[in-house]
Nanobody, 115 residues
Framework: QVQLVESGGGLVQAGGSLRLSCAAT????????MGWYRQAPGKQRELVAS???????NYADSVKGRFTISRDTIKSTVYLQMNNLEPEDTAVYYC?????????WGQGTQVTVSS
């Protein structure tokens, strides 16, 4: 079965950095499109960053130049490096895998950025 488990969230000051991890079981991360989404209170869930099976990355305009998505096939983990964090980045961050069998989500990890 497919499972995605996020970790690495926490409380940081504006301008700080966090590295989120998504440990995946039941899939090969390089065979699938992987993404990070976030949802802030009162807002819809939005795509933050994605990486395709071919290694192509995409980012929301609001995080371009600050966030980087990457993957480690051996460790079966997808990462989101977040630099120069802003209070507007505060949200629950979710890992997503789009596979031929279906769309899978992790449980989420809270990121809070104080000003």
């Amino acid at each position: 079965q497919v499972q995605l488990v996020e970790s690495g969230g926490g409380l940081v000051q504006a301008g700080g950095s966090l590295r989120l991890s998504c440990a995946a079981t039941g899939i090969t991360v390089s065979f699938n499109d992987m993404g990070w989404y976030r949802q802030a209170p009162g807002k819809q869930r939005e795509l933050v960053a994605s990486i395709s099976s071919g290694g192509i990355t995409n980012y929301a305009d609001s995080v371009k130049g600050r966030f980087t998505i990457s993957r480690d096939t051996i460790k079966s983990t997808v990462y989101l490096q977040m630099n120069n964090l802003e209070p507007e980045d505060t949200a629950v961050y979710y890992c997503n895998a789009l596979t031929w069998r279906g769309n899978y989500w992790g449980q989420g990890t809270q990121v809070t950025v104080s000003s």
